[in-house]
Protein backbone atom coordinates (compact mmCIF):
# COMPACT_ATOMS: atom_id res chain seq x y z
CA UNK A 1 0.00 0.00 0.00
CA UNK A 2 1.45 3.92 -0.86
CA UNK A 3 2.08 5.38 2.15
CA UNK A 4 2.99 8.58 0.32
CA UNK A 5 4.77 10.34 -3.07
CA UNK A 6 7.06 13.29 -3.24
CA UNK A 7 7.94 15.10 -5.45
CA UNK A 8 10.70 18.36 -6.09
CA UNK A 9 12.49 20.93 -8.68
CA UNK A 10 15.40 22.58 -7.92
CA UNK A 11 17.37 25.02 -9.11
CA UNK A 12 20.52 24.01 -9.85
CA UNK A 13 22.06 27.09 -9.94
CA UNK A 14 20.44 28.21 -6.67
CA UNK A 15 22.83 25.09 -5.40
CA UNK A 16 25.66 26.60 -7.23
CA UNK A 17 25.51 29.55 -5.76
CA UNK A 18 24.98 28.07 -2.24
CA UNK A 19 27.77 25.84 -2.43
CA UNK A 20 29.81 28.72 -3.61
CA UNK A 21 28.81 30.84 -0.51
CA UNK A 22 29.18 28.38 2.04
CA UNK A 23 31.78 26.18 0.74
CA UNK A 24 31.80 22.34 1.43
CA UNK A 25 29.79 23.08 4.66
CA UNK A 26 26.96 22.69 2.52
CA UNK A 27 27.50 19.76 0.81
CA UNK A 28 28.53 17.96 4.45
CA UNK A 29 25.08 19.02 5.75
CA UNK A 30 23.02 17.49 2.94
CA UNK A 31 24.92 14.55 1.64
CA UNK A 32 25.76 11.49 3.62
CA UNK A 33 29.08 10.21 3.94
CA UNK A 34 29.06 7.55 0.88
CA UNK A 35 27.26 10.68 -1.16
CA UNK A 36 30.26 13.08 0.47
CA UNK A 37 32.85 10.25 -1.63
CA UNK A 38 31.38 10.37 -5.08
CA UNK A 39 30.81 13.92 -4.64
CA UNK A 40 33.80 14.71 -4.24
CA UNK A 41 35.21 12.23 -7.18
CA UNK A 42 33.12 13.90 -9.76
CA UNK A 43 33.48 17.64 -7.96
CA UNK A 44 37.39 16.85 -9.16
CA UNK A 45 36.77 15.89 -12.33
CA UNK A 46 34.12 18.79 -13.30
CA UNK A 47 32.90 21.24 -10.64
CA UNK A 48 29.54 21.06 -12.62
CA UNK A 49 29.13 17.16 -12.20
CA UNK A 50 29.71 17.80 -8.68
CA UNK A 51 27.07 20.59 -8.24
CA UNK A 52 24.72 18.47 -10.52
CA UNK A 53 25.20 16.05 -8.21
CA UNK A 54 24.62 17.29 -5.03
CA UNK A 55 21.29 19.14 -6.59
CA UNK A 56 19.90 15.81 -7.89
CA UNK A 57 20.60 14.40 -4.05
CA UNK A 58 18.93 17.76 -2.47
CA UNK A 59 15.78 17.72 -4.82
CA UNK A 60 15.49 13.59 -3.93
CA UNK A 61 15.86 14.19 -0.21
CA UNK A 62 13.16 17.17 -0.67
CA UNK A 63 10.73 14.37 -2.27
CA UNK A 64 11.32 11.90 0.34
CA UNK A 65 10.83 13.85 3.08
CA UNK A 66 7.28 14.76 1.44
CA UNK A 67 6.40 11.16 1.02
CA UNK A 68 7.11 10.27 4.34
CA UNK A 69 4.78 13.14 5.79
CA UNK A 70 7.30 14.68 8.35
CA UNK A 71 9.05 17.60 6.14
CA UNK A 72 12.15 17.97 7.64
CA UNK A 73 11.47 17.69 11.32
CA UNK A 74 13.08 14.45 13.04
CA UNK A 75 13.72 12.05 12.46
CA UNK A 76 14.31 13.40 9.20
CA UNK A 77 17.70 14.71 8.97
CA UNK A 78 19.33 15.05 5.65
CA UNK A 79 22.80 12.51 6.08
CA UNK A 80 20.73 10.27 7.37
CA UNK A 81 19.17 9.47 3.85
CA UNK A 82 21.46 8.58 0.91
CA UNK A 83 20.67 7.59 -2.45
CA UNK A 84 23.09 6.06 -3.97
CA UNK A 85 23.50 4.34 -7.21
CA UNK A 86 23.43 0.38 -8.26
CA UNK A 87 26.02 -0.82 -10.66
CA UNK A 88 23.30 -0.57 -12.74
CA UNK A 89 22.77 3.32 -12.77
CA UNK A 90 19.36 2.46 -10.65
CA UNK A 91 18.92 5.14 -7.74
CA UNK A 92 18.41 3.32 -4.58
CA UNK A 93 17.47 4.93 -0.67
CA UNK A 94 19.80 3.73 1.85
CA UNK A 95 18.60 4.94 5.24
CA UNK A 96 20.62 5.45 8.58
CA UNK A 97 19.99 6.20 12.32
CA UNK A 98 16.75 7.61 13.88
CA UNK A 99 15.40 7.49 10.26
CA UNK A 100 15.96 4.12 9.22
CA UNK A 101 14.37 3.02 12.84
CA UNK A 102 11.17 5.40 12.23
CA UNK A 103 10.72 3.91 8.53
CA UNK A 104 11.25 0.33 9.78
CA UNK A 105 9.04 0.55 12.52
CA UNK A 106 6.58 1.56 10.23
CA UNK A 107 7.32 -0.99 7.51
CA UNK A 108 8.41 1.52 5.03
CA UNK A 109 10.19 1.08 2.27
CA UNK A 110 10.41 3.41 -0.79
CA UNK A 111 11.30 3.74 -4.88
CA UNK A 112 13.30 7.16 -6.11
CA UNK A 113 14.42 8.46 -9.61
CA UNK A 114 16.02 11.47 -10.53
CA UNK A 115 16.54 13.60 -13.54
CA UNK A 116 18.44 16.53 -14.60
CA UNK A 117 18.42 19.21 -17.54
CA UNK A 118 20.42 22.32 -17.93
CA UNK A 119 18.96 24.49 -15.01
CA UNK A 120 16.84 21.96 -13.06
CA UNK A 121 17.29 18.88 -10.89
CA UNK A 122 13.61 16.99 -10.29
CA UNK A 123 13.04 13.78 -7.71
CA UNK A 124 9.84 11.61 -7.29
CA UNK A 125 9.97 9.29 -4.16
CA UNK A 126 7.15 6.41 -3.72
CA UNK A 127 6.99 5.06 -0.44
CA UNK A 128 5.03 1.87 0.75
CA UNK A 129 3.82 0.36 3.46
CA UNK A 130 5.10 -3.34 3.63
CA UNK A 131 1.65 -4.49 5.90
Not at 19 to 29: N, S
Not at 111 to 130: C, G, I, L, W
Given at each position: ??????T????????????????????????????????????A?????????????F?????F????????????????????????????????G????????????????M?????????????????
Amino acid sequence: MIHGIGTDICDIRRIEATLARRGDRFAEKVLGPDELRVFHARRARSEARGVRYLATRFSAKEAFSKAIGLGLRLPMRLPDCQILNEASGRPVLRLSGDLATWCGERGLTGQVTMSDESDYAVSFVVMQEAR
